[in-house]
């Protein structure tokens, strides 16, 4: 039974660029969502996306954007990237659009550094 | 606003011993609680969660938490730690069962044999 999974794991990228994420759920997950963590610090939530909508948003700029398709895999979108988006992106699935009593399951995550 | 704090950057316990971390909340409403155990260049592995019912909660490898209404406290447990458990904890609260998740500094656990 796969679990979540991302890509890339790593990347690296220069100041004003544009960087996407993907992430896959787990086998019978239906909502996924996105966190930064940065070096040191707990992971902060950016948006959650069930039925192909965002549901949830933390406090995050519009430069951050994704999607959901319809087989439930997401994308995160970075804009005009700063030095201060260098990163640990995690994603996370579960099941229900926050109605479920399961807990959310977590991929190893993609590490952004901006240069 | 919802907060989670875990007061001890760093906690040291010898293998064998039994170990404590500690984690207090703030939330409206009734809490949703959860641990979580981060392995270097990983993810997030659940651990266990609170969400109703008995105060002692049961987890993964050995671990357990005692939810503590009046004191808004959640903290993590080991009988008897293992150099393997050494790991970041996370602590985390939701509002909502499968909603966001606000996380707590995280807590480095070492477990020296």
């Known amino acids: 039974d796969a679990g979540v999974t991302q890509s890339p794991t790593h990347l690296i990228k220069t100041r004003g660029q544009q960087v996407t994420l993907r992430c896959s759920p787990k086998?019978?997950?239906?909502?996924v969502s996105w966190y930064q963590q940065a070096l040191g610090q707990g992971p902060q939530f950016i948006f959650q996306y069930y039925e192909e909508e965002e549901r949830q948003r933390g406090n995050f700029p519009d430069r951050f954007s994704g999607h959901q398709f319809p087989n439930y895999s997401s994308e995160l979108n970075v804009n005009a990237l700063l030095l201060g988006d260098s990163a640990l992106y995690l994603c996370?699935?579960?099941w229900g659009g926050g109605d479920s009593n399961q807990p959310q399951h977590f991929g190893d995550g993609t590490r952004l550094s901006i240069l | 606003a919802q907060s989670v704090a875990q007061p001890e950057d760093q906690v040291n316990v010898a293998e064998g011993n039994p170990l404590t971390v500690k984690c207090t909340y703030s939330?409206?409403?009734?809490?949703?609680l959860f641990w979580y155990v981060q392995y270097p260049n990983r993810g997030l592995q659940f651990l266990l969660k609170?969400?109703?019912?008995?105060?002692l909660v049961k987890g993964s490898y050995g671990f357990e938490a005692e939810f503590n209404k009046s004191q808004t406290s959640f903290h993590l447990k080991k009988p008897s730690a293992l150099v393997s458990d050494s790991a970041l904890y996370f602590c985390?609260?939701?509002?909502?069962?499968?909603?966001?998740?606000?996380f707590g500094q995280g807590t480095e656990l070492s477990v020296k044999p």
């Open positions: 609170y969400i109703t019912g008995d105060n």
């Open positions: 985390a609260v939701s509002q909502v069962q499968g909603g966001k998740l606000i």
């Open positions: 996370a699935s579960s």
């Open positions: 939330v409206s409403g009734n809490p949703y």
């Open positions: 086998s019978g997950h239906d909502t």
